[in-house]
């Protein structure tokens, strides 16, 4: 367990950007992977973006270049910076911690370690 904690969910109109945090209060292995997914009601959890500790990055073929993920150091790790935003995007948004792959899955059965989310609005 890693008490992985996001933040800088919010309510945005279209177009608006928003930057999502993740936090945790330890030090994670040297070697690992980490994940923004994402789950509107009444539909699966969709990953977006990954990043492993050698800074690889991965993202789904679906944001179009609109979403960033990028971190810090091994303490706190994670951000998604996400742009010209869209009513489609409303979802609850989770962080999530796995092994280390050389090229991270976007998917959620690769992770073990899970945020609570928080919550993106985009609305007029």
């Known amino acids: 367990e890693y008490g992985l904690v996001e933040s800088g969910g919010g309510s945005v109109q279209p177009g608006g950007s928003l930057r999502l945090s993740c936090i945790t209060s330890v030090y994670f292995p040297r070697n690992y992977c980490m994940a923004w997914f994402r789950q509107a009601p009444g539909k699966e959890r969709e990953g977006l973006a990954a990043?492993?500790?050698?800074?690889?990055?991965r993202y789904a073929g679906s944001l179009k270049g609109r979403f960033t993920i990028s971190k810090d150091n091994n303490r706190n790790p994670l951000y998604l910076q996400m742009v010209d935003l869209q009513p489609d995007d409303s979802a609850t948004y989770y962080c999530?911690?796995?092994?280390?792959?050389?090229?991270?899955?976007?998917?959620?059965?690769?992770?073990?370690?899970w945020g609570q989310g928080t919550e993106v609005t985009v609305s007029s």
């Open positions: 999530a911690h796995g092994p280390y792959e050389r090229t991270c899955g976007l998917t959620p059965a690769e992770y073990n370690n």
């Open positions: 990043i492993n500790s050698k800074y690889d990055r």
